[in-house]
């Protein structure tokens, strides 16, 4: 689910296979508008800083992202991306969206302004969550087949050296200050501090079972506003 900045609606996926839909749902009156229909296996979404436009991935083999007119409740043309995008978050500057390819083992980047894409981020095999620092300079991404996070530049696109972390690694919180990357693996079932200064590892944190997300309290971390 999303909801947006104003606190007035809130979307809610409704995966549903071929046909898939969003339904908006309003906060004052708990009442669900028309479902708003968008690419199969719709998967993950993520809303604009503004407010303005929710973004829908759709794992699908069509391989979009849908953007959504909170004004309006209408979706726009489907934007093509890479096979499979399971993830999709936006920069903290608003201006760019960026989508996560597990079938393709890249990050797509999306202009808000024009809804045109840029030049696919190679990272590595199944990404699944991003996140950024709080500056939006550097992009972290989990990669599940490899057990690894790669950093990449906002201003550039370049990706880092992959960082090792536990296997079968998802979500991705990142502290306030942009100090620590706190990534959550499944095997061994670990939460790996990483310094953004140095991009190394720090010692694995045992956990409980199957650790699939990671939430913080606000004055410590803040992870993607973006739901899988």
Same mark, same amino acid.
């Given at each position: 689910?999303?909801?947006?900045?104003?606190?007035?609606?809130?979307?809610?996926?409704?995966s549903?296979?071929?046909?898939?839909?969003?339904?908006?749902?309003?906060?004052?009156?708990?009442?669900p508008?028309?479902?708003?229909?968008?690419?199969?296996?719709?998967?993950?979404?993520?809303?604009t800083?503004?407010?303005?436009?929710?973004?829908?991935?759709?794992?699908?083999?069509?391989?979009? %992202? !849908? *953007?959504? =007119?909170? +004004? &309006?409740?209408?979706? #726009? @043309? /489907?934007?093509?991306?890479?096979?499979? $995008?399971?993830?999709?978050?936006v920069?903290?500057?608003?201006?760019?969206?960026?989508?996560?390819?597990?079938?393709?083992?890249?990050?797509?980047p999306?202009?808000?302004?024009?809804?045109?894409?840029?030049?696919?981020?190679?990272?590595?095999?199944?990404?699944?969550?991003?996140?950024?620092?709080?500056?939006?300079?550097?992009?972290?991404?989990?990669?599940?087949?490899?057990?690894t %996070? !790669? *950093?990449? =530049?906002? +201003? &550039?696109?370049?990706? #880092? @050296? /992959?960082?090792?972390?536990?296997?079968? $690694?998802?979500?991705?919180a990142?502290?306030?200050?942009?100090?620590?990357?706190?990534?959550?693996?499944?095997?061994?079932?670990?939460?790996?501090?990483?310094?953004?200064?140095?991009?190394?590892?720090?010692?694995?944190?045992?956990?409980?079972?199957?650790?699939?997300s990671?939430?913080?309290?606000?004055?410590?971390?803040?992870?993607?506003?973006?739901?899988?």
């Amino acid at each position: 689910m999303q909801i947006t900045p104003n606190g007035k609606t809130v979307y809610v996926i409704d995966s549903g296979g071929p046909n898939s839909t969003v339904t908006p749902i309003s906060t004052a009156t708990s009442k669900p508008g028309q479902p708003i229909a968008v690419g199969g296996s719709a998967y993950a979404s993520a809303i604009t800083p503004d407010g303005k436009t929710l973004y829908v991935a759709s794992a699908s083999a069509a391989g979009t %992202v !849908t *953007p959504i =007119s909170t +004004a &309006t409740n209408t979706a #726009g @043309k /489907p934007i093509k991306v890479g096979s499979s $995008p399971q993830f999709v978050t936006v920069a903290p500057d608003g201006k760019t969206a960026y989508v996560a390819n597990r079938g393709s083992g890249t990050v797509t980047p999306i202009s808000v302004a024009t809804g045109q894409t840029g030049q696919p981020i190679k990272v590595g095999k199944q990404p699944g969550w991003i996140t950024f620092t709080p500056d939006g300079k550097t992009g972290y991404v989990s990669n599940n087949g490899p057990g690894t %996070v !790669t *950093p990449f =530049s906002a +201003a &550039t696109g370049a990706p #880092g @050296k /992959p960082i090792k972390v536990g296997a079968n $690694p998802y979500a991705i919180a990142i502290t306030t200050n942009g100090k620590t990357i706190y990534v959550a693996s499944q095997v061994p079932v670990t939460v790996t501090p990483i310094s953004a200064a140095t991009n190394k590892p720090g010692q694995p944190i045992k956990t409980g079972n199957t650790p699939w997300s990671i939430v913080c309290a606000p004055a410590v971390c803040q992870s993607s506003s973006t739901t899988g």
